[in-house]
């Protein structure tokens, strides 16, 4: 009875900590496979977020091309040259971010706000 009581404790502690990090909202980063850099929520693109902790899912379709998300404390970026996907857990800040592509960055970009 102990046991089931002390299982029972345990799962309590742990679950919540599980299911916070599973209700995180996924972003999705495409670069390529031309000359396009998007960043879209549920399809839409992003324009205004609220901060918190979001699930950024990259799909870096160019070997010629890159996804380098810069804003207050955050600076991550695929290799020009890697191409495949690639999952980041990022903190989002208030403030401006930006997404380029480094070797195309004036004119495969992008920004949000975040408040």
Known sequence: MKLVALAAIVAAL????????STATTLNGTDGPGFTITLKKSGVKVTKLKAGTYIFKIADKSS???????????????????????????????????????????FMKG?????
């Open 64 to 106: 010629i091309h890159n996804f380098h998300l810069k804003g207050p404390g955050v600076d991550k970026k695929t290799a020009v040259g890697f191409q495949g996907s690639t999952t980041w857990t990022v903190k989002l800040k208030a403030g401006k971010y930006t997404y380029v592509c480094d070797p195309h960055a004036s």
């Open 14 to 21: 742990i679950v919540p900590g599980a299911l916070a990090s």
């Open 111 to 115: 920004s949000f706000t975040v408040t």
